[in-house]
């Protein structure tokens, strides 16, 4: 079942204001209960913009009875940050009435902002307290800059509050955090089951965790790119429910307010590099993007680094080779990534940590797509098969952490003791 969802128009919003003002006035229900609800539960980035003159501020709320905002300021790294905030009121408010306690999630864009600069926030609803302040970094846009990120999905948190002694997602997190990375690229399958009874416990686990371990060095929040899973649909057959089927996911994390139904898109970061984030036959099927992957791939063609990141290999370590999503993968999208000269994609599903040779067109070809995998960020690992596009494949949880330039990519596998377990080149 998808979430139905509301929206805050200004008119209830003005008309909220003025209900809470009365119920203030005659004594019930309690305005401070009001105003608690309506303060900030997790506060999040995405983006569906420029990554080095934009940035998407996602919160959650129990309630709602305004639109929301957020207030920022640039902090520079030589000299005084401006005393005054800027403010921008023309944020989304969508109600998720599936969930149990019927919450909503708030997106407001912030533009116009400089290439690698720091900057402080807080969001909230006029009607509620607003966030403590945070931090973020915008990408660089110079040609020379290096762009870090880190890389993983299939995750599995168990434990509530941010504990690490036990949970192994956790002691990854807290190793990538340690790259100081300028934001998060992730393959799908964070929380498992996406659409059982228990989603709301565990995607607050998510999002905490994700809030108060996920802060670099310099205080600065990571931005999240994200795919989508198998794990994140209501149902496990593909194709079953179309982006019905994943509109939590889509309404939690919003990387396009137009065309917001879309699990596909290209995103860029600075002059060195593009990201084709793909949907592998979860809301939309391999067929469907093929077109458009054809045309974003010519319109980024002068990217020294070409990525894609998507859930469902298309060289498997840990399922079977001729699996359906392994087959049309290869089959529809191979071509295309061999054409257009796509140098990694990122793979995710199978839960080991494997690099393929270079491939192109199936076969082992130095100028070919490097293929790094296999999601297993905290979720339980499986024993990698024998396949001759393997150059290397442990059973291991791990994040890879990638540093790109003008001149190409180095890529690290990091265990959740911090130990390198490979590297490539
Ligand atoms: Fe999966």
């Known amino acids: 079942m998808p979430f139905h969802k509301t929206r805050v128009s200004r008119k209830r919003a003005i008309a909220c204001v003025f209900t809470i003002n009365l119920l203030a006035l005659l004594g ?6 009001i105003i608690q609800d309506q303060q900030p539960l997790f506060v999040y980035l995405t983006w569906q913009g420029d990554t080095s003159t934009t940035m998407m501020v996602n919160f959650q709320t129990k309630d709602s009875f305004s639109l929301p905002f957020v207030q920022y300021r640039h902090i520079p790294d030589n000299g005084d940050p401006p005393e005054d905030f800027t403010r921008i009121d023309d944020g989304l408010g969508l109600q998720l009435n599936q969930h149990e306690d019927k919450r909503w999630v708030h997106s407001v864009e912030i533009t116009g902002l400089q290439a690698g600069q720091r900057y402080e926030f807080r969001a909230g609803l006029d009607t509620g307290l607003p966030s403590r302040d945070y931090l973020f970094r915008t990408i660089s846009d110079e040609p020379d800059a290096a762009i870090r990120f880190i890389n993983g999905g299939d995750m599995d948190l168990e434990d509530t509050g941010t504990d690490i002694d036990d949970d192994h997602t956790k002691q990854l997190m807290s190793q990538a955090i340690k790259d ?5 690229l992730l393959g799908g399958d964070l929380v498992y089951e996406g659409g059982s009874e228990e989603l709301e416990e565990k995607w607050d686990n998510w999002f905490l965790t994700w809030q108060e371990i996920m802060v670099t060095s310099e205080d600065c929040l990571v931005p999240m790119v994200l795919a989508v899973g198998d794990h994140e649909m209501d149902s496990d057959d593909p194709y079953d429910d179309g ?24 995103q860029t970061f600075g002059p060195n590099l593009v990201v084709y984030v793909l949907d592998s036959g979860n809301a939309y099927s391999h067929a469907e993007q093929v077109q458009w992957l054809q045309e974003e791939m010519t319109n980024h063609a002068d990217f020294p680094n070409q990525f894609a990141a998507y859930h469902h290999p298309l060289y498997p370590s840990a399922k079977d080779f001729d699996n359906e999503w392994a087959e049309l993968g290869r089959e529809l999208w191979g ?91």
């Open 28 to 33: 019930c229900p309690d305005p401070g209960d």
């Open 180 to 184: 100081d990375p300028h934001f998060a």
């Open 243 to 266: 982006p019905e089927g994943v509109e939590f996911f889509l309404d939690f994390f919003t990387q396009r307010r137009v065309n917001q139904k879309l699990t596909y898109f290209t």
């Open 335 to 425: 071509p295309v990534f061999d054409e257009f000269g796509l140098d990694t994609a990122f793979e995710h599903d199978a839960h080991t940590l494997k690099q393929t040779f270079r491939m192109r067109g199936e076969i082992v070809d130095p100028t070919g797509t490097l293929y790094l995998g296999d999601g297993a960020f905290g979720r339980k690992t499986r024993e990698p098969d024998e396949h001759e596009y393997l150059e290397f494949a442990e059973e291991v949880k791990h994040y890879w952490s990638v540093s790109v330039n003008e001149l190409g990519a180095t890529y690290t596998g990091v265990d959740r003791k911090g130990r390198v377990i490979h590297q490539y080149p």
